[in-house]
């Protein structure tokens, strides 16, 4: 569970820890889940490096085009392990091939919304 937890807070900053506090009057155990699955033994698995696991979990939630606010958070996190807005951009793309054009305009506009999430987020900052 430490391991996920660590994990988490690499890979999804705050996004991550604002789905942890949206499960706590819901279901605190789901979040237990999370730390220890899919955080805790496979994000944190040899093999793939978390940007090549951010790009094939991009990849995915962009194709199910089901899951626009868990694109979301792992577009935050893509960004966080090093992949840029314009590679976001292309894997978005490259749905359109695989996923259809529906898959990847959503995935498209949640990338723009994240993009300027975080560009605000980043003038406040500097200011």
Request: proline content about 4%.
């Amino acid at each position: 569970m430490e391991r996920g937890q660590r994990a988490l807070e690499t890979i999804d900053g705050q996004a991550g820890q604002n789905v942890i506090d949206a499960l706590a009057d819901i279901a605190p155990d789901f979040a237990t889940y999370l730390f220890e699955f899919p955080f805790g033994d496979i994000y944190s698995r040899p093999g793939l490096s978390l940007r090549d696991r951010e790009v094939a979990t991009i990849s995915a939630l962009a194709a199910m085009g089901t899951a626009q606010p868990q694109l979301k958070v792992h577009l935050e996190a893509g960004l966080n392990v090093g992949i840029s807005q314009e590679e976001i951009t292309e894997i978005l793309m490259q749905m359109a091939v695989y996923a259809g054009f529906p898959a990847a305009l959503n995935g498209l506009f949640a990338a723009k919304e994240v993009f300027a999430a975080r560009a605000s987020e980043q003038a406040e900052e500097r200011t």
